[in-house]
């Protein structure tokens, strides 16, 4: 099964709205990544947060993680249409690979 | 643009064939990763490569192989090859050889299998 399991699966908002996803995940972790994947394109690496850190902000993305709860949430803030993409997080947990969840699709309307 | 290089970006085979998709990873990177991403599967770790060793293997099928050449580019190979390996694959490359740093993907290569 998946090391991270995304929450929503989907999410649409309207363009200026804040989108907010979630992670699970189930075993120990060096560091939590969060990618991003335009329809049929590759994934683009977006952040990455280490275990011993809590927050992590990069322009309009602004990522939480509590290793207690292993979660983790990715924000974006004023959305806007070229945000519409599916959106992953990605856990090393014990297994010394990068496994991913099965990702939320968000679509940001004009 | 990743700096990673997939070829080719779309294959249409039959059944039981056999196909080799190939990544040129990033200029510099030692590392290079296989995904596939299906509808029902997500996207699934395959095999990792660094500098030409085998380093990681994940859920890849028996009827799949890869390798790293000494130049590092890597080769896919899928054999007896079934409908349900139609997936887009994708590889990716990092600097080092821990499997826990930022991966640069490629395009993908989809492949349909009739």
Redesign the interface.
Known sequence: S?QGEEDPQALSIQEGENATMNCSYKTSI??L?W?RQNS??????LI?IRSNEREKHSGRLRVTLDTSKKSSSLLITASRAADTASY?CAT?GNT????????TTLQVKP | D?G?TQTPKHLITATGQRVTLRCSPRSGDLSV?W?QQSLDQ??Q?LI?YYNGEER?K?NILERFSAQQFPDLHSELNLSSLELGDSA?Y?C?SSADS???????????S?LTVL
Do not use: P
Request: net charge neutral.
């Open positions: 998946q060096n560091n990544q990618y049929g394109r590759g994934l683009v690496h990455l992953f090393d010394g690979k990068l496994i991913f969840g099965q990702g | 990743s990673v990763y995904y997500g996207l770790f990792q990681a994940g887009l994708f990716a821990s499997n826990t740093g930022e991966l640069f993907f490629g395009e993908g989809r």
